[in-house]
């Protein structure tokens, strides 16, 4: 178990790992678990099956319908939501501080299981092929979803969260299944808890609540290769909606010293501002010496505007005009 400024780490047998972050003074907790994978570990033939995984788990488990699931949260005021990303994807809820056991039991159920019914699979598959033709239609959604298949082509990256209508449409349940067992594995789960929480209560009831997670090896991640592009679409719209991006330094990388380039330049824009701010409050403060002398005065008007006549006197005078 690891501490760090009130945050607490667990790594159990199963892989799973616990980190809580106890605040007092605070009635309510947040508690969800992350699962390290998401569009980049997908296969080209199978792009948007972690989004379709993600949307499957609340139409019911092998304990919970639907309508468990959504009756049992919202009866004591819980919010339970869910996201996938390109890198991962999240299963949380927020509940009061007593309603911890009941979220930690509902996050549990819903992201390590799922209902294998054809309904609910084939149910699932069609919202998602509805959610994957949507954004389209909104130029900032459309915007980002170009501009990453432009700035990662034929790569995993670039591919839509969503997926396409087609390859959603065409997934079978034993590719949904498949996928699932090999990626969602005990090394890949972190359960996190932050609010009026107890990491040594929470480790117990995660002991007995993940039980049987597969065991695998880390989820192939392909080298990221940024080759950027342009990409402009004409829309009859009020509003430009722009993405600009370029590379820069990994997360990943050992160390946090920018390279001597960088340093060189951000060292010498620095002493740039630094220097224009010296010169303007130089400016500013000959400007408005209380007795400056003449020729200070004439030397400071000329090289910097005069200054700008009190507002308020204007507008008394237009007042008094409209009086």
Known sequence: MNTTNGIRLTRLDSGLTVATDAMAGIETAAIGVWVGVGTRHE???????AHLLEHMAFKGTQRRNARDISVEIESVGGHLNAYTSRENTAY??????????????????????????RASWRASARWCC???ARPRTRPTTSSSIHFQSRAYPDQALGRPVLGTAEIV??????????YMREHYSGERLI??????VDHDRLVESATKAFVDL???????????????????????????HLV??????????????PPPSIRRCSAAACRRACSRRSARSAAWSTASTAS???????????????????RWRSSSRWCATRS
């Not at 296969?43 to 099956?49: E, K």
């Not at 400056?292 to 009190?310: L, Q």
Request: net charge positive; proline share 10%; hydrophobic share 35%.
């Open 191 to 196: 359960l996190c808890a932050a609010g009026k």
């Open 92 to 117: 949380y809820a927020r509940v009061l501080a007593d309603d911890v056991p009941l979220a930690l039991d509902i996050v549990s159920d819903i992201s390590s299981t799922r209902c294998s019914t």
């Open 214 to 240: 597969p065991r695998s090896n880390q989820a192939p991640t392909e080298t990221a290769r940024y080759v950027g592009g342009d990409f402009r679409q004409a829309r009859d719209l009020e509003q430009v």
């Open 292 to 310: 400056p002398r003449p020729m200070s005065m004439a030397a400071s008007s000329a090289s910097m505007p005069a200054p700008a006549r009190p």
């Open 169 to 178: 449409g065409s997934l079978s349940r034993e590719a949904i299944s498949g």
């Open 130 to 132: 509805r959610r994957s």
């Open 244 to 257: 600009l991006g370029f590379p820069g330094v990994g997360y990943a990388i050992p160390t946090t010293t």
């Open 43 to 49: 296969p080209a033939a199978i792009n948007g099956v």
